[in-house]
Nanobody, 122 residues
Framework: QVQLVESGGDLVQPGGSLRLSCVAS????????MRWYRQVPGKQRDFVAV???????DYADSVKGRFTISKDSAKNMWFLQMNKLKSEDTAVYYC????????????????WGQGTQVTVSS
């Protein structure tokens, strides 16, 4: 089975930095996009950043200039470097991916990690 696991969440001070990691394991043929989302309790899960297999990136307006998404395709890993953190960045961060488990799978499917808590507070 495909499994995504996030790590790196922590308590940090405003203005601080944090680096989140995600690793995908299991039966994976190819990952077409790697994503980060975040969710505050009682709120919808919001898009944060994405990087595609063609290395195209996109970010939510709220994090542009502060967050950077990157990947290590050989390791099925992707990262979110978060700088100049603000209290409003506090959330559970989830990694996601669109992937195929084998070459002939008709469609890519989306998978999600379990989340890692990021708390920005002094």
């Amino acid at each position: 089975q495909v499994q995504l696991v996030e790590s790196g969440g922590d308590l940090v001070q405003p203005g601080g930095s944090l680096r989140l990691s995600c690793v995908a394991s299991g039966s994976i043929f190819g990952i077409y996009s790697m994503r980060w989302y975040r969710q505050v309790p009682g709120k919808q899960r919001d898009f944060v950043a994405v990087i595609t297999n063609l290395n195209v990136t996109d970010y939510a307006d709220s994090v542009k200039g502060r967050f950077t998404i990157s990947k290590d395709s050989a390791k099925n890993m992707w990262f979110l470097q978060m700088n100049k953190l603000k209290s409003e960045d506090t959330a559970v961060y989830y990694c996601g991916a669109d992937l195929k488990r084998w070459m002939g799978e008709p469609d890519a499917h989306s998978y999600w990690g379990q989340g890692t808590q990021v708390t920005v507070s002094s």
